[in-house]
């Protein structure tokens, strides 16, 4: 049963042949027996599962289910559950429950989905191996003594394992792609502004977007359909009717105009990612796509403008948690400053105090107009290379990351290898842009991600170039050694 | 530009972080690298160039002026380390 994917298990439950009770026992009995290896999940809801799947029963026996009625899903811990803690995988809100549901948790119980669970995480959504998490870190199900990258590490370590189908989850430099790439999944971060942030507990705020980790193309649409929406409630939400993105993932590539940038294969990109990723272009020239080499001279620069405006908006954003009025308080505080400095000091982990303290320097008084604003200018340079090669192009395509799972603790000690492992999905941040990850193959057992990049609310269009390919090719069908 | 512990213990105040002495060069060091991945923006010539805040250049969207929401204090108060008749309880301010 676990080896259904969201459009499978749509079809099954509408059909009958299972129930969503089943369906749900099933995937709490595999996370029960299988979780202790991975640790991919913070916190598991069986007991809200089985109450929403025994409604989505009632509801699809009543006839008239919206279509993900029944489908069990993951939501990453950055999401608010009301009732359930939401821990964002930190010390300092790991007895927080949360007072209300964000809008995209409330969308998918508005279309019956059942939550399993809420899924392990870098703390606060900051980093890129899942090595930050206070719950201690998420193993690759492809290879245990890697890890399944980050910032969405437990979403994409449970859909990998098959503890779930999909799970939602969260990008701000590349949290979805990357640990899509590197645990063998579909991985989509839609356009800023498509996704309501209500309720996604913010990290930096003109970079975050919410999204789907699914084991196809053709799951990622179905389930975006339910995520997306307008909500008043976030004001950097768009206001623009919603597709059908399922409507076009059987159209032909042919005449569509790829674009590969020649700053994506560069120095750092491991030779065998290089090949595979080579290896998928001709599949896609294959499908009748047009191949394109394009310029995005200002690559390089991504990176470091993303570790001003990402600390300096993580600053701003985490300044919140005081021990005042919800999350981790220090014990006995003598004064007020004390019970900032000690709630704040006990409550966050080593990175996220590192990027707190690089976006104060970056926010500080004779520092702004040399990183802060400086970052923000390079930030549109950045922009108008995406926007110059959609001239010509309708989709940017390259490797997702420079190499396969690397082992625990080889990146920890040193930041900047770390922050380099989002060399190729934190523009796509910046920008703005849609951009989804798909598996194209293996390096030494490990699975590597092909990366799409879109113009501005070209999602229909992305996943209809990852299903065509997924049509083509098997890598998004092979499961890690051992999960059967 | 490279911090070094003097700054750090600074910027701590800042954020109201407590670094201690030990981790003090640690986070000297780990911060210095950090800020010199990014000074590589400094090379690069932005004149005229406008800031960019949001990937779509939108505006603040604006409402009627009008209640939306109800008062929840009692639920957000559940969850508070510490209230008393309905207000969060801090050390004492003011003597």
Redesign the interface.
Known sequence: MHQFTIAELVKGLRNKDFSSTEVTQHYLDRIARLDKTYNSFITVTADIALQQAAAADARLAAGNAPALCGVPIAHKDIFCTTGVRTSCASKMLDKFIAPYNATIVENYLNSGVVMLGKTNMDEFAMGSSNETSWYGPVKNPWAIDCVPGGSSGGSAAAVAAHLAPAATASDTGGSIRQPAALCGLTGIKPTYGRVSRWGMIAFASSLDQAGILSRTAEDAAILLNDMASFDAKDSTCVEREVPDYTADLNKSLKGLRIGVPKEYFGEGLNPNTAQLVEDAIKVYESLGATIHSVSLPHTHLAVPAYYVIAPAECSANLSRFDGVRYGHRCENPKDLNDLYMRSRSEGFGAEVKRRILVGAYALSAGYYDAYYSKAQKVRRLIKQDFVDAFESVDVILGPTSPSPAFQFGSKTKDPVAMYLEDIYTIATNLAGLPGLSIPCGLVDNKPVGLQLIGNFFAEGQLLNAAHQFQQATNFHQQSAPGIE | MA?DRS??AK??T??????SDEAADE?AK??S??????????A?N?DG????????D?V??L?ADVVTEPN?RE??Q?????TQDGL?L????IE
């Open positions: 911090v700054d750090i910027l701590a800042l954020a109201r972080i407590q670094i986070a780990s911060i690298d950090v800020l010199a991945l990014v000074d590589q923006l400094q690069v932005t160039v406008l800031p960019m805040a949001h990937p779509l939108a603040q969207r409402r929840q639920a957000f559940a969850i508070a380390p510490a969060y801090v050390p004492q301010v």
